[in-house]
């Protein structure tokens, strides 16, 4: 009984050790090909073809966006690019993003409510390092087209499913600040 003992105690602490020695990280896995997206894109090495990175420095979300022609402007497997006016000259372009918001390895908008107002965003489109502050947080029901909010003032637009009610469409809102 005492051996047992004895190595119950070893194996706990080899446990305890071990446990503390694993890097838990809060950011979301990325694929290979997204993270060598990234990477070129952030170095400009080549013509990258990603539309711009998402940044969500509170909730620790750093990920690609691929243009709405390109096949992995999927939400299935990306944050998904739905509408894009800044190339076209408008006065207050619109940015609009969508993602799950479930508990899968392509649920990027998870923590999307622990935002506050007031809280950062950052799009990299190009080389400009883009900042928008959370602005509003709304909730409406789902049905077959959704009604954005449109402001006098260039804004980006998240997009995710509720957690608790599958019912519930989230929309987040942040004004466009400066770029860094």
């Known amino acids: 009984m005492e051996k047992i003992k004895y190595f119950l105690i070893l194996l706990l602490i080899f446990l305890l050790f071990w446990g503390s020695s694993i890097n838990f990280s809060k950011e979301i896995l990325r694929t290979e090909t997204q993270q060598k997206d990234m990477n070129e894109y952030l170095n400009q090495t080549n013509n990258q073809p990603l539309f711009g990175i998402l940044e ?40 609009i993003l969508a993602s799950h918001s479930g508990n899968g390895p392509y649920a990027y908008f998870k923590n999307l409510t622990s935002l506050k107002e007031g809280d950062a965003i ?24 959704l009604y954005v909010k449109t402001f006098s003032f260039s804004h980006l637009i998240l997009i995710t499913c509720s957690k608790t009610n599958s019912k519930i469409q989230e929309i987040y809102y942040a004004k466009y600040i400066s770029n860094k």
Do not use: A, C, G
């Open 56 to 95: 969500i420095p509170k909730i620790n979300l750093k990920q690609p966006i691929y243009p709405k022609d390109d096949p992995k402007n999927q939400v299935d497997k990306n944050i998904t690019l739905l509408e894009e006016d800044v190339t076209q000259n408008v006065p207050n372009p619109v940015i």
């Open 122 to 145: 950052f799009l990299w489109l190009k080389s400009e390092q883009k900042e928008y502050r959370l602005i509003k947080k709304e909730e409406v029901m789902k049905n077959e087209t």
